[in-house]
């Protein structure tokens, strides 16, 4: 069974403070997708990037980077001079193998983070 | 623009009463799910369906029905036998799981 395991439940940082969001998970699958999403307070889920079981290379997108290391099973994901605009719970989500048809996204419990002024 | 539009945005329900909680989506996604929000617990699947007139249970189906008549709608029924109802619920789509989900805004149901 797949499991993804968020350890942090929340996290408070001062506004310019780095922050990292661990992620670990557990598949028996050798292709999978990892997910990052964002829940601000109105609710919606928000897509942040997806990575696939193949590439591991990290990722860059403005203030936001992701480190993947299949060595570990961890999809770890930072913010660098975090600002108040990204309190939110972010959530982890691995993919079931790609069968060609839908299926289903495994969730992790989430990480509150709050960041003040 | 597309999207998943949930409704309404919030619920009150009596004890002993069944609700609907709808979600429609104009994205053209073959597949759709619901999914239950409590506090520290994460998203936990409720029903999910791939194609229409074809539904599966998650891993919280009790006390839950869905219907799925139409690509565009997949309603989720709360019914009296779910002893706990008060939730947020969020309904999501996609095309393909690996591309992810786009979810709607959710409806916050609370029992009176």
């Known amino acids: 069974a797949q499991k993804v395991t968020q350890a942090q439940t929340e996290i408070s940082v001062v506004e310019k403070e780095d922050v990292t969001l661990d992620c670990v998970y557990e598949?028996?699958?050798?292709?999978?997708?990892l997910f990052w999403y964002k829940q601000p307070p109105s609710g919606e889920l928000v897509f942040l990037i997806r990575?696939?079981?193949?590439?591991?290379q990290n990722e860059i997108s403005g203030r936001y980077s992701w480190n993947f290391q299949k060595s570990t099973s961890s999809f770890n994901f930072t913010i660098t001079a975090s600002q108040v605009v990204d309190s939110a719970v972010y959530f982890c989500?691995?993919?079931?193998?790609?069968?060609?048809?839908?299926?289903?996204?495994?969730f992790g419990t989430g990480t509150r983070l709050q960041v003040t002024l | 623009d597309g999207g998943i539009t949930q409704s309404p945005k919030y619920l009150f329900r009596k004890e002993g009463q069944n609700v609907t909680l709808s979600c429609e989506q104009n994205?053209?996604?073959?597949?759709m799910y619901w999914y239950r929000q409590d506090p520290g617990q994460g998203l936990r699947l409720i029903y999910y369906?791939?194609?229409?007139?074809?539904?599966q249970k998650g891993d919280i189906a009790e006390g839950y029905s869905v219907s799925r008549e139409k690509k565009e709608s997949f309603p989720l029924t709360v019914t009296s036998a779910q002893k706990n109802p008060t939730a947020f619920y969020l309904c999501?789509?996609?095309?393909?799981?690996?591309?992810?989900?786009?979810f709607g805004s959710g409806t916050r149901l609370t029992v009176v």
């Open positions: 989500a691995l993919s079931e193998a790609d069968t060609g048809t839908a299926s289903k996204l495994t």
């Open positions: 990575r696939n079981s193949f590439d591991e």
């Open positions: 369906s791939q194609i229409v007139n074809d539904f």
């Open positions: 598949t028996r699958d050798t292709t999978y997708y």
């Open positions: 999501a789509s996609t095309r393909d799981t690996n591309y992810g989900y786009t």
């Open positions: 994205l053209n996604h073959d597949a």
